[in-house]
């Protein structure tokens, strides 16, 4: 593990934080340990067949909760902003992670193998529309009443609260596009050495360039889909799984017309992108994301944990290729 490996291929694993917390779950460390146990279990076979994996992991719900968990406590020690709470979500759900992957490999009798976690920081305009026009759903669900009490609030900070798929109303910020992921050359080193590597969670600590060169913390978070398929891009990924709360991407979801898309191809994918079939704050950026790694010349597959295996085996989930 320790020579340089540039013939193996390359899979990036983007892995949602709604994948991480199951419907009913409030983030409680038990509940996020045994998903990512999980997770990491089902990923061990691409790694035992000579896979070099790429971890990248979301935080919508986790970084809504660290917030709200910041905002209770400041009445005794100063709040967090929202970009620190971003950072904060990369160490925690990083280390669980980590260790799921730990012990997974020990299990598969692999317990040398090399792992990585870092924090990351990703480049975003300063003057990107996406800042004033809020739609990365963060936090837990709440009823309408209580998103009501909640409005006024978020509004002032430049945020709003809307109805997410039919489940509930949900925080929503900005969140800009990813230009540039100021790690990826580390992360490319660590994969030529063989190092399972867990980078770019949350999408990333959004940063901006000043034009003396300095960089500057904001506040929003980053799609870490739209970050999956920029380091894939960085490092020449074969693959990247998306792993989501669902097992197949479905047109007209929710609806009784809901029909589930198996193997499509980019340009099918972008027919039914632009007829509103993926919400912004949704499924929209993943498929975005999923749409520019098969346009790169790569194949994208958009599954669930629970689906994972079968996903690989082409048994399940959505792929899309060129």
């Known amino acids: 593990m320790n020579s340089e490996d540039t013939d193996s291929p390359i899979t990036v694993v983007a892995i949602g934080g709604n994948a991480l917390l199951r419907p009913g779950e409030v983030g409680e460390a038990a509940q996020l340990t045994r998903t990512a146990e999980s997770v990491a279990g089902?990923?061990?076979?691409?790694?035992r067949a000579g896979h070099r994996l790429l971890v990248v992991h979301g935080n919508?719900?986790?970084v809504g909760i660290e917030l709200a968990r910041s905002e209770e406590a400041s009445t005794k020690v100063p709040p967090f902003r929202l970009?620190?709470?971003?950072?904060?979500?990369?160490?925690?759900?990083?280390?669980?992670l980590e260790t799921a992957f730990r012990n997974a490999l020990n299990e598969d009798l692999m317990s040398e193998y090399p792992l990585a976690a870092m924090t990351?920081?990703?480049?975003?305009?300063?003057?990107d529309p996406a800042l004033k026009h809020p739609s990365k759903p963060i936090g837990l669900f709440y009823s309408q009443y209580r998103a009501d009490q909640l409005r006024d609030d978020l509004l002032a900070r430049g945020w709003d609260i809307v109805e997410d798929s039919g489940r509930g109303f949900r925080p929503v910020v900005p969140s800009p596009y990813p230009l540039e992921v100021l790690n990826a050359g580390a992360v490319q080193a660590l994969l030529e050495r063989g190092v399972l590597v867990?980078?770019?969670?949350?999408?990333?600590?959004?940063?901006?360039?000043?034009?003396?060169?300095?960089?500057?913390?904001?506040?929003?978070?980053?799609?870490k889909d739209r970050t999956a398929a920029l380091l894939a891009r960085d490092v020449g990924a074969n693959m990247v799984l998306f792993v989501t709360g669902v097992p197949w991407v479905e047109l007209n979801f929710g609806t009784p017309f809901s029909r589930r898309l198996g193997t499509v191809t980019y340009q099918e994918m972008e027919q039914h992108l632009h007829g509103g079939q993926f919400p912004a704050g949704s499924m929209g950026p993943k498929?975005?994301?999923a749409i520019s790694v098969a346009k790169a010349g790569g194949t994208a597959l958009i599954t669930s944990a629970d689906a994972l295996q079968s996903a690989l085996a082409g048994e399940a989930g959505t792929r899309i290729i060129g």
């Open 42 to 47: 089902q990923l061990i076979p691409l790694v």
């Open 60 to 62: 919508g719900p986790q």
């Open 83 to 96: 970009d620190l709470c971003v950072a904060n979500t990369q160490g925690s759900i990083g280390a669980l």
């Open 120 to 127: 990351t920081q990703v480049v975003v305009d300063a003057n």
């Open 198 to 223: 867990i980078a770019g969670g949350g999408g990333g600590v959004p940063v901006v360039r000043e034009p003396t060169g300095r960089l500057r913390r904001i506040e929003a978070v980053i799609d």
């Open 287 to 289: 498929v975005e994301a």
